[in-house]
C-alpha cells in the first residue's frame, strides 16, 4: 500500500533523506521514531504529496506521489501536527467543503458528515465558527476530515497533540478497527509508549537513514538487551556514541 523506493531528498547541499527504501503492506500500523532532524517531517511531506524526492519514487496504492498525484491523493488521508482550518467555516461546513474536493455525492457526504460527527463527539461545535475551537476541538475535526473519504492509507504526523485522554482514547480504537478492516496507517510520533502499544511494526530514523525496521522484539535481540522498555532501546540506538561506533565499523 505505502512504498519508499530508493528516495532521496536533498535541500541544496544538505541530504534530509539517503536512499530511502520501505514497503508497508495493507492492514498494517507502521510508527516512524526518530529525533528532531532524524527526517520524519521530510519523509512524511513526501508521502502526502508536498515534496517530492530528489531521487527515487514514492507510491500509495500503486499510485506515484509525482506522476499520478491526484489519483494517489484519493486513497489517502492526512492528519498534520499542525491542524489548517477555515476559521470562518463551521465543523459542518469544513467537512462539507473537503467532501466536495474529494468528488463524495451529496446524499453521500451528508450521511459521512453526520459518521464523522458522532465518531469524533463533534456535536457540540459542529455548528460553532472553527475561530472558537481549542487546539484538542481543532484536532478532532482535522481527524474527522481526513476520514471522511475512506481512505485506504491515512498519515498521521504527531496525532495526539492537544487531544485529552478522551480524545486519544477515540483515536486509537479506530485506528485499530480501520486497520483491522485493512487500512494502512502511517504514524511519526514522538511518543513512545503510544508507538510500542500500537504499531505492528516500525522505524527508527537517524540523521537521514532508516536504522532499524521491525517489531520490539526484534530491536531487543538487534541490540541484545533483554526485557527493556522501547525508551531505554530508542535513545540506545539514538545515541551519538551508538551512531559513532557504527560509523567506525563501517
Request: charged share 25%.
Amino acid at each position: 500500500m505505502i512504498e519508499f523506493d530508493h528516495v532521496t531528498r536533498h535541500y541544496g547541499s544538505k541530504t534530509a533523506v539517503e536512499d530511502f527504501s520501505l514497503a508497508i503492506p495493507r492492514g498494517e500500523l507502521f510508527a516512524l521514531l526518530g529525533p528532531n532532524g532524524a527526517g520524519k517531517t521530510t519523509t512524511i511531506k513526501m508521502l502526502v504529496g508536498l515534496l517530492r524526492p530528489s531521487q527515487g519514487y514514492v507510491r500509495v496504492s500503486g499510485h506515484d506521489l509525482v506522476t499520478d498525484t491526484r489519483a494517489a491523493h484519493l486513497h489517502l488521508g492526512y492528519v498534520p501536527d499542525e491542524p489548517c482550518l477555515y476559521d470562518k467555516l463551521t465543523a459542518r461546513e469544513f467537512l462539507r467543503f473537503i467532501a466536495n474536493m474529494y468528488g463524495i455525492p451529496r446524499h453521500l457526504a451528508e450521511k459521512r458528515i453526520e459518521r464523522e460527527i458522532e465518531c469524533f463527539e463533534l456535536h457540540e461545535f459542529a455548528d460553532d465558527l472553527a475561530e472558537n475551537y481549542s487546539l484538542g476541538m481543532k484536532q478532532r475535526l482535522v481527524f474527522a476530515a481526513a476520514f471522511i473519504h475512506d481512505p485506504d492509507v491515512m498519515v498521521l504526523d504527531e496525532p495526539m497533540v492537544g487531544l485529552d485522554p478522551h480524545s486519544v482514547r477515540i483515536v486509537k480504537d479506530l485506528l485499530k478497527a480501520r486497520t483491522a478492516e485493512g487500512m494502512t496507517v502511517f504514524m511519526s510520533t514522538h511518543t513512545l509508549a503510544m508507538a510500542e502499544e500500537m504499531a505492528d511494526r516500525m522505524g527508527i530514523m537517524v540523521r537521514g537513514h532508516l536504522r532499524f525496521l521491525g517489531t520490539v522484539d526484534e530491536l531487543r535481540e538487534q541490540m541484545a538487551i533483554e526485557s527493556t522498555s522501547l525508551e531505554h532501546l530508542y535513545l540506545e540506538l539514538t545515541s551519538a556514541k551508538t551512531i559513532l561506533q557504527e560509523n567506525t565499523l563501517d
